[in-house]
Nanobody, 128 residues
Framework: AQNLAESGGGSVQSGGSLRLSCTAS?????MGWFRQAPGKSREGVAA???????RYIESVQGRFTISQDNAKTTMWLQMNNLKPEDTAMYYC?????????????????????????WGKGTLVTVSS
């Protein structure tokens, strides 16, 4: 079975930066980052497919950057200009669906049921 493991979370002040990493035991067709803030449901943040296409939710556009290595087994989320509302547990997720990428990539962020594999999460705390 494929395993996903996140790292890189921590505590920063507003305006600071963090870089999250996700390591997978094998490659996937699509990968993404989700987050869950206290008292809220889990939401999609960013996604990337094998071709390197990316999608972001509006609230992180221009501040976060998702990327992956050539082997498609390591994914990163560079988070800049962090805000207190970015505070959440961040999860790495992956999908092997043949139709998860390209035109369909944005739909992965609409529901956490579209991803098949999940990491255990890494906590990001942003103080004002």
């Amino acid at each position: 079975a494929q395993n996903l493991a996140e790292s890189g979370g921590g505590s920063v002040q507003s305006g600071g930066s963090l870089r999250l990493s996700c390591t997978a035991s094998r490659s996937s067709n699509c990968m993404g980052w989700f987050r869950q803030a206290p008292g809220k449901s889990r939401e999609g943040v960013a996604a990337i497919d094998r071709g390197g296409n990316t999608r972001y939710i509006e609230s992180v556009q221009g501040r976060f950057t998702i990327s992956q290595d050539n082997a498609k087994t390591t994914m990163w989320l560079q988070m800049n200009n962090l805000k207190p509302e970015d505070t959440a547990m961040y999860y790495c997720a992956a999908s092997q669906d043949s139709y998860c990428g390209g035109y369909y990539l944005g739909s992965l962020l609409e529901s956490d049921t579209n991803m098949e594999l999940w990491g255990k999460g890494t906590l990001v705390t942003v103080s004002s």
